[in-house]
């Protein structure tokens, strides 16, 4: 059995050179042959294809597999260009603190953030808050909220009030 198989392997292998000697040149493959001739040759493995006479060399037939291999596993089709949107839970977080906390600049929001282990950039952060309408903290910390002013000055107003009331039952 092995005697005659070697037999037909010999044949073949003249067959391609003879091939090769009426073409005189390089054959040109399509997609599709150079497709089948990688997996065999590939299955085959380096030290047989260079005893084998081939209408290529084992080189370009493992280059052709590799090719095959990359387009496998290639991706890129299903990415899409530019960078992914930040998820709308961390932009809420992200105006929320900027909002409970005026006069944190980018970078304090940034640290908070990191705290949470929520990796953002003091650009991206930036770009956000700007969006959003909300000034800097420098100028976002000067316009004190309704909320905020009476928050600040509850003891004062209550103080002021109660001088008020006191004052007016002594004129009485």
């Known amino acids: 059995m092995n005697r005659n198989q070697q037999g037909v392997i010999e044949y ?5 050179r003879v091939l090769l000697e009426l073409l005189g040149k390089k054959p040109r493959f399509n997609n599709g042959q150079r497709r089948r001739l990688a ?20 080189n370009t037939l493992l280059a052709w597999h590799r090719g095959l291999v990359a387009q496998k596993y290639d991706s890129s089709k299903l990415r899409k260009p530019g960078r992914p949107k930040t998820r709308a839970e961390i932009q809420e977080l992200i105006l929320q603190v900027a909002r409970e906390n005026r006069s944190w600049g980018y970078m304090r929001i940034q640290g908070a ?14 770009n956000m808050l700007k969006a959003a309408g909300l000034e800097p903290a420098p100028t976002r910390r000067h316009g004190m909220t309704w909320r905020e002013f009476l928050k600040t000055h509850w003891e004062m107003l209550a103080a002021a009030d109660f001088l008020r009331w006191n004052c007016g039952q002594r004129e009485d």
Request: aromatic share 0%.
């Open 113 to 126: 953030l990191a705290n949470l282990r929520h990796e953002i950039s003091r650009g991206t952060i930036a």
């Open 39 to 58: 997996i065999k040759g590939k299955n085959l493995g380096r030290k047989t294809l260079d005893r084998c006479a081939s209408l290529v060399t084992p």
């Open 12 to 16: 073949l292998q003249e067959e391609v």
